[in-house]
């Protein structure tokens, strides 16, 4: 026993083996933009997903803005870069763009764009307003900036002779004087959508948004009661300045649109088909905007072939009426992201996280995007084998193959957003989207206003030439530049009339060979107003004579 407890202690003692615990990987930060932001509630959500904030000349990958982006910073942006603005959401989002857009639209598909209230753009379409005001007096018109917001600058009018001048730059609308009341006040709706892709075209909405109503209740407009702004408007830039404004998520004058939509099912309402006539408003409205977003985008953008490089979230105001038809109002190129209440700060934040979440914004592609274009580099210095016709075509089914991936990804990843476009009902699109080409194109109603124009100023070229001489007037057909052209000629300086009647002078040319000689002037007849200039040149001899080599005699 004793050999073996002295072997067992011979034993060397074996040391416990400890798990070495593997070391995460930190994962690399993402670079953002937000030099040119304003929103405090963008940089939270965006230090969630690991992003850094960095300068306008370092190396960024999302970059935030609150103004529309010039075409200098989306010529710079590489493939993996991405910037939170399209080029040309203007034509929607400007008041005075969309009032002529929609104009348009509602001459061509008159029933399917009955979507908007009818507007005019003043000074253009002046007398068009007046003509129409004279036609129905007893209406109401609500009379916006063209390029403002948060309800700075507007006013209500019955009395637009009196309250608009022909020279103001206005954006004159119709008034829905018959909106859906609830609790007898009137309300609009903030529908947050998002445009990640113009061509295809894929634009979410938002699960919830704001609804936002009018402090005191609401009376048909009259004239005593037209400039009672807390009753005819429900911008909350206004509201929320008053003492009777309640901050209540159920009952106050600002609510969720998930309490609303309960509203609607609590009181009968179908709320299914409210918000499908709400998204086809915004799909019909994102059409009008589309041939513009594209044709910006492809020329901005000829390279980026991995998704888009732009996406967008805007604001849509949408008014109900009495028989629950909603009506565009305006949409929000940068809808506020202040988050002063609660409410806000649930709604903003979660669909801007969700926003960040379907970017797919990650280091590893932008490493994937660096790659490819290094290899793309060296296939050309390489000559690689292969026509340039089936490079175009290998490019374009990879690009395909990735959209699908994309497309895929966003619906995974979609949070809170719910696709309206494309849809299964998207064959009814298809006749707006081929007729919307024409925005750039003539229309009956320039054409109209072209040659309205034409005539207006032929009458006035007539008043002008009725007190000149005949041969001092200009054609009145031509117009522009070619209505100021005269025929360029050789002016010979005339005799005087002062000294003499112009059908008693005669001039007697030379032959062609023969040496200059001054003309003979004896068969002119002085006028009544003679001086001694006159004196001198009618003594003048008939036949002067003239000394030359020649013997031949020349003709006088």
Known sequence: VKKED???EERPLEEPKVEKKKKKKKKRAIGICTANCRYESVRRVARRFNFKEVGENEDWVLFWTDCSVSIERVMDMKRYQKIN??????EICRKDLLARNMNRMQKLFPKEYNICPRSWCLPADYSEFMTYHRSKKNKTYIIKPDNSCQGKGIMLTKTPKVDIKHCDNFVVQQYLSKPFLIDNLKFDLRVYVLVTSCDPLRIYVYKDGLVRFAVNPYQDPTNNNVDDVLMHLTNYAI?????DFIRDEEKGHKRKITHLNTWFESNGYNREKIWADIEDVIVKTLIVSHPTLKHNYRTCFPNHNRGSACFEILGFDIM????LKPWLLEVNHSPSFHTDSPLDKVIKEGFLADTIKMLNCSYLERKRCIEEDRRRVKERLFAKSGTRQQQHQESLETDKAYSLVLEQAEANNCGGYRCVYPCINEAKYKPFFQQSGSLFTETVASKA?????????????AKQNEGRPRGKSTDAGESGEAAGRRRIKKK?????ERLYKRPSFKMEKLP????RFPIHMTTATPTKKTDKLTDQIQTLP?????KTTSSRKLPV
């Open 542 to 546: 008939s036949q002067p004579q003239l």
């Open 85 to 90: 603005h399209f080029p040309g959401m203007s």
């Open 512 to 515: 062609p060979g023969s040496p």
């Open 449 to 461: 206003r072209q040659e309205c124009a034409r005539l207006q100023r032929e009458a006035i070229l």
């Open 492 to 496: 010979v300086r005339p005799v005087p």
């Open 320 to 323: 109900l009426d009495r028989k």
């Open 239 to 243: 509201t929320k300045h008053s003492s």
């Open 6 to 8: 002295e072997k067992i």
